[in-house]
């Protein structure tokens, strides 16, 4: 059950039903569970199901999510530090990590990376896609974005939003490094899923 400075669903039950006047027994009541069961709910004794949670939610007159709201304000943060970020380099383009996955939410997690595109290299393939989408926003220098059938040209300053299904690639045709922040999700790059 969740403390820490937030009250737990069961203390925030009694709390509402005491501040509303309301007795254990015309709450059970019209929730269809014993003032017993209530009552062990409401000093987080049991856990009830998710139906009678919605059926006291709704006796209360609140969302079900306000009974939960301290615990959705208490969620994992990840801070990577400069020093710690992860780097890969593979044929000319440099990645380094500037997000990193908590939560083991992979399919709703983001993953963001500083991309560096050496003068004549690319990333991506002109043959294949894969699930997800991607949005870059160019920091520097210029890039080509091959898109299915369409050519993209960027520049620094501007940014893409895409499926990520489509077959893509990004070519810096330039003399010069191109760097731009790129975010998928879900996450592509599986070494910097770890930690």
């Known amino acids: 059950m969740l403390k820490d400075g937030g009250k737990t669903y069961g203390e925030r039950i009694r709390a509402l039903r005491e501040m509303q ?3 254990l027994k015309s709450v059970a009541s019209s929730v269809g569970i014993s003032e017993s069961l209530l009552s062990q ?3 987080n004794k049991v856990s009830p199901s998710i139906d009678t949670l919605i059926r006291i939610a709704d006796a ?3 969302d079900m999510e306000h009974l939960f709201k301290d615990y ?3 969620r994992t943060v990840s801070v990577l530090r400069k020093d710690n970020r992860s780097r890969l380099e593979k044929e000319g383009v440099v990645y380094e990590q500037l997000s990193r996955l908590v939560d083991g939410e ?3 997690a983001v993953e963001v ?3 560096e595109i050496a003068p004549g290299c690319r990333k991506g393939s002109s043959q294949y896609g894969h699930r997800g989408k991607e949005v870059g ?3 520097e220098g210029e890039v080509e974005l091959l898109y299915g059938g369409t050519s993209y040209h960027l520049q620094a300053g501007d940014s893409i939003s895409f499926d990520s299904t489509i077959p893509h690639t990004l070519i810096n045709h330039s ?3 191109a760097r731009a922040i790129w975010v998928m999700s879900p996450p592509k790059l599986n070494f910097f899923a770890e930690g």
């Open 21 to 23: 006047k309301l007795t």
């Open 137 to 139: 926003i160019l920091l």
């Open 106 to 108: 992979r399919d709703t």
């Open 60 to 62: 209360l007159g609140v």
């Open 41 to 43: 709910i409401e000093r």
């Open 175 to 177: 003399r010069a490094r």
């Open 72 to 74: 959705r304000q208490q």
């Open 113 to 115: 990376v500083l991309l």
